[in-house]
């Protein structure tokens, strides 16, 4: 039992830290993204102006602009930023209370049937949250999951050791 908590606490805890970035990663691109549409957009109204001198430069923004608006729906991690932060803090509160859930096993507060009940119920909980947000897709970046994963370790060596 001790090891499927330990387990789940440091799960937990990368989860929150990772959809966190995430979440942050897919607001910046989202609003990069915005930016570049309403660009396009605007330009292809400036570019009104020129389009009997040079049709094809008129054209070829149009038609960018177009493709930008057609495109938007198929990027589902743009628009999912804030459903990641929620998740994210959903998975820090998953995560403080297998630490305190830790703390007390540990000090001998509680026994093992208490904890493996209280395990149950927060996986549980964990499932439900799942089930919510089933919808959502969360990217993998291979990069940013070793970094988080760092931070981690680093992260419960300091509090747990």
């Known amino acids: ?3 499927r908590l330990w387990n789940h606490l440091q799960n937990a805890k990368f989860k929150s830290l990772y959809l966190s970035k995430v979440s942050k990663r897919a607001y910046v691109w989202g609003n990069a993204y915005s930016f570049v549409l ?3 957009s605007a330009s292809s109204v400036a570019a009104w102006a020129i389009w009997e001198t040079i049709p094809t430069i008129w054209a070829a ?3 960018i602009s177009q493709l930008l ?5 198929y990027f589902p991690f743009l628009k999912n930023d804030r ?3 929620e998740m994210s803090f959903i998975y820090e509160k998953l995560y403080v209370t297998y630490e305190r ?3 007390k096993y540990e000090d001998g507060k509680i026994n093992s049937d208490v904890v ?4 149950y119920d927060l996986r549980q909980s964990e499932m439900d949250m799942m089930d919510k947000f089933k919808h959502i897709h969360c990217p993998d970046y291979k ?4 970094r988080v994963s760092e931070e981690v370790n680093k992260e419960l060596l300091r509090i747990f050791n």
């Open 1 to 3: 039992m001790r090891n």
């Open 38 to 40: 309403a660009f396009a």
């Open 61 to 63: 923004i149009v038609a």
């Open 69 to 73: 608006h057609i495109a938007k729906p």
């Open 83 to 85: 459903d990641f932060y």
């Open 101 to 103: 859930l830790w703390f």
């Open 116 to 119: 493996e009940d209280t395990f």
């Open 143 to 146: 990069n940013l999951s070793n």
